[in-house]
Nanobody, 121 residues
Framework: QVQLVESGGGSVQAGGSLRLSCAAS???????MGWFRQAPGKDREGVAV????????FYADSVKGRFTISQDNAKSTMYLQMNSLKPEDTAIYYC???????????????WGQGTQVTVSS
């Protein structure tokens, strides 16, 4: 079992930055970990994913160049640095482990509880 706990959400004005953290416990070595988000009335969508083998990362087109996913293996923690935030980035952000079909939320084995990010114009 893997437990994921997000932190770092909050409210920020457009153009601002936030850094989300995801602390993992349990069997923490995973083949892939990522971030998803869900806005009101919309499906949950992939934001960024990190594949342990090869260290490759992928991003949703909407966040490329603005968001950066990273890991600190010593701390079993994953981060999402979000810069140049836009109102359309407003959503609940979820940490995920064992991401099979990024950017689809289907097939994700483990989810965190989510953290709210609100970007005002």
């Amino acid at each position: 079992q893997v437990q994921l706990v997000e932190s770092g959400g909050g409210s920020v004005q457009a153009g601002g930055s936030l850094r989300l953290s995801c602390a993992a416990s349990g069997y923490t070595y995973r083949r892939s970990m990522g971030w998803f988000r869900q806005a009101p009335g919309k499906d949950r969508e992939g934001v960024a994913v990190f594949y342990t083998s090869g260290g490759t990362t992928f991003y949703a087109d909407s966040v490329k160049g603005r968001f950066t996913i990273s890991q600190d293996n010593a701390k079993s923690t994953m981060y999402l640095q979000m810069n140049s935030l836009k109102p359309e980035d407003t959503a609940i952000y979820y940490c995920a482990a064992d991401v099979l079909w990024f950017p689809s939320a289907r097939g994700v084995r483990y989810w965190g509880q989510g953290t709210q990010v609100t970007v005002s114009s």
